[in-house]
């Protein structure tokens, strides 16, 4: 329990709220849906990631390398075709060469955006194992308003928009993290020891983010974090009529 106070003490800094009860409850009784929707979360996770590196680092040949990691899990979720094992993955990872003519921001956008998307797809495994325990077939499930709320409030000019969109990610990994900690007593014993293991590495993607702002703005960022941090709490705290992960107030009828 204390390991846990240490890791989320600065993600509890950062948002501005913490999980309404009203959403754990709810959580509590559902967790199977939770479950379908957080392995959807870990793959988009991986996702906007390697979106971020083809558009903002990568030369063509690495984002050619870099597409051929996912496209096996793509696979699988959008056309049914086999899961990749783990030694396929790793192989995979081990084909991505470092460029030579990358600025101090994209090799740190690089190293960072890596591991992330390895451990996100990790993670997408795991959930899929617990899944499966517990048969529960993986479905697509469609987005609730959280993320594409965030991302309206970038701006749209660069480097304006990619500090936006990595302080969204920071918001995104810390809003995981704290969800994930809350959700620990409500859990069966396995799963609450699998949510227990996330919760070092989101923290790290949370910071990892948030650095990688303020690198790339070479100035404070406090005023965009504000304002993001805003539009956040308002989505945990207000009425929502879809349950999510990242959903608010439970309002079902
Ligand atoms: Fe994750
Ligand atoms: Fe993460």
Not at 42 to 71: C, D, F, S
Not at 125 to 147: F, H, K, T, W
């Amino acid at each position: 329990m204390l390991n846990h106070l240490e890791t989320l003490l600065p993600i509890m800094q950062f948002l501005r709220c913490e999980t309404p009860q009203t959403w754990l409850d709810y959580a509590a009784q559902h967790i199977d849906i939770l479950l379908i929707d957080h392995a959807n979360c870990e793959l988009k996770a991986a996702q906007n990631a390697m979106m971020l590196l083809r558009k903002y680092a990568l030369t063509p040949p690495q984002a050619e390398q870099l597409l051929n990691i996912i496209a096996p899990y793509e696979a699988y979720v959008y056309r049914g075709s086999k899961r990749p094992t783990l030694q396929q993955k790793n192989r995979l990872f081990q084909g991505v060469a470092p460029g030579t003519n990358q600025s101090d921001f994209e090799a740190m956008l690089i190293d960072k955006m890596l591991r992330l998307i390895k451990e996100e797809l990790h993670h997408f495994d795991q959930v899929l194992g617990y899944m499966e325990q517990r048969q529960l077939p993986y479905q697509n499930v469609s987005a609730g308003r959280y993320a594409k709320t965030l991302l309206k409030g970038v701006r749209t000019f660069e480097p304006a928009a990619l500090i936006d969109k990595l302080i969204v990610g920071a918001i995104i990994e810390a809003r995981s993290c704290e969800r994930f900690a809350r959700l620990i007593p409500y859990l069966e014993s396995d799963l609450a020891k699998f949510y227990q293991s996330l919760l070092q590495s989101e923290a790290r993607h949370f910071q990892d983010y948030l650095a990688l702002a303020n690198q790339l703005a070479q100035g404070s960022i406090a005023e965009r974090v504000q304002m993001f941090v805003a539009v956040e709490a308002s989505l945990i705290t207000e009425p929502d009529p879809y349950f999510c992960f990242h959903s608010g107030v439970p309002a079902l009828k």
